[in-house]
């Protein structure tokens, strides 16, 4: 059996300024060999600098469980975690909240780190999040960034990490450059391909249709 997570509730509200929202995202766990953990991840739009923040949690009603708690930074390479002592979340398979120092000597903090590494890479919330982090660009036709139409084709080009938005009528030479997550706030259907590789497309034929996806990043 491979491991798998179970996307469940996403929380959404305006943040305490009324600037942005705060989004928590939560979910389920279960490991090659039946290990469980439950997770949530959460960001505040308006936040300045952008810091993610994540919960494990394992072994509730356990002697040796605990809940885990990080902060999620962008880098070079994409993002790093950082254990903390303030508490973000509970989670239901928790058990008390770990300062990062007891996070630390945990022995099962290799465990926790393959979790959060695997909710990163299949938690289609994180990708949001993720993209957030690193406020990756996305060139948009005017029509799309208007909102006069809906996001038919989304490219990754391979060249200059930026991604493509474009509606249903001719792309044309006019393009506003803003950021993909903003287009995710507008329509949240598009956290299907936010995992699209560099040089890869994805084409639909309606808002909440399903996904094709291309390798050539042409959408042909």
Do not use: C
Request: cysteine-free; glycine content about 12%; proline content about 5%.
């Amino acid at each position: 059996m491979s491991a798998r997570i179970e996307e469940t509730r996403l929380v959404e509200l305006p943040t305490a300024a009324a600037t942005g929202m705060y989004r928590r995202a939560f979910g389920e766990f279960v490991g090659r060999g039946g290990e469980l953990a439950s997770y949530a991840i959460g960001w505040a739009t308006d936040a300045v600098p952008r810091v993610g923040r994540l919960t494990i949690g394992i072994g509730a009603g356990n002697e040796g469980g605990g809940t885990f708690h990080a902060a999620v930074v962008p880098t070079e390479e994409g993002h790093a975690f950082s254990l903390v002592d303030e508490p973000f979340e509970e989670v239901p398979e928790g058990g008390p909240d770990l300062t990062a120092a007891e996070a630390r000597a945990h022995e099962d903090l290799p465990f926790i780190w393959w979790v959060a590494d695997y909710v990163m890479l299949r938690d289609r919330r994180a990708w949001w999040m993720l993209h957030w982090l690193l406020a990756t660009r996305a060139i948009s036709t005017v029509p799309v960034f208007e909102l006069e139409e809906p996001i038919l084709l989304v490219v990754n080009d391979d060249d200059d990490d930026l991604w493509q938005l474009i509606g249903s009528s001719d792309a044309g030479s006019e393009a506003k450059l803003g950021h993909l997550w903003h287009a995710v706030d507008e329509d949240p259907t598009l956290v299907d391909v936010l995992d699209l590789d560099p040089g890869h497309s994805a084409t639909r034929e309606r808002v909440g249709g399903e996904w094709t996806r291309h390798v050539d990043g042409g959408g042909e």
